[in-house]
């Protein structure tokens, strides 16, 4: 089973930016569809954007769409999400997981989840 970490996460302020990581362990990371979600205190885990194997193709949620940017480098076993202009209800611990599904906005169409980072925007 393929293991995921996140990080990059932290504590700032509202308009302001982070850039998060996911590295995964193993050989065949180019084969996976790769998500990244959230989970806000007391929430369901929601989606937050997905990206193809090849990273051609992307899919945003409403909420974050024109503020985040979801990338992937896999030489480098690494998928990405840069958020700018963050907002108070951006708060959430954000977890990256592999796809089951081609472009699915489901959580559970996910698997082998990485263990969050939390992200706080204070304002």
């Known amino acids: 089973q393929v293991q995921l970490v996140e990080s990059g996460g932290g504590l700032v302020q509202a308009g302001g930016s982070l850039r998060l990581s996911c590295t995964a362990s193993?050989?065949?990371?180019?084969?996976?569809?790769m998500g990244w979600f959230r989970q806000a205190p007391g929430k369901e885990r929601e989606f937050v954007a997905t990206?193809?194997?090849?990273?051609?193709?992307?899919d945003y949620a409403d909420s974050v769409k024109g503020r985040f940017t979801i990338s992937r480098d896999n030489t480098k076993n690494t998928v990405y999400l840069e958020m700018n202009s963050l907002k108070p209800e951006d708060t959430a611990v954000y977890y990256c997981?592999?796809?089951?599904?081609?472009?699915?906005?489901?959580?559970?169409?996910?698997?082998?989840w990485g263990q969050g980072t939390q992200v706080t925007i204070s304002s």
């Open positions: 997981a592999i796809g089951k599904a081609y472009r699915s906005r489901r959580v559970t169409d996910f698997g082998s």
């Open positions: 990206i193809s194997q090849g990273g051609g193709s992307l």
């Open positions: 193993g050989r065949t990371f180019s084969v996976y569809y």
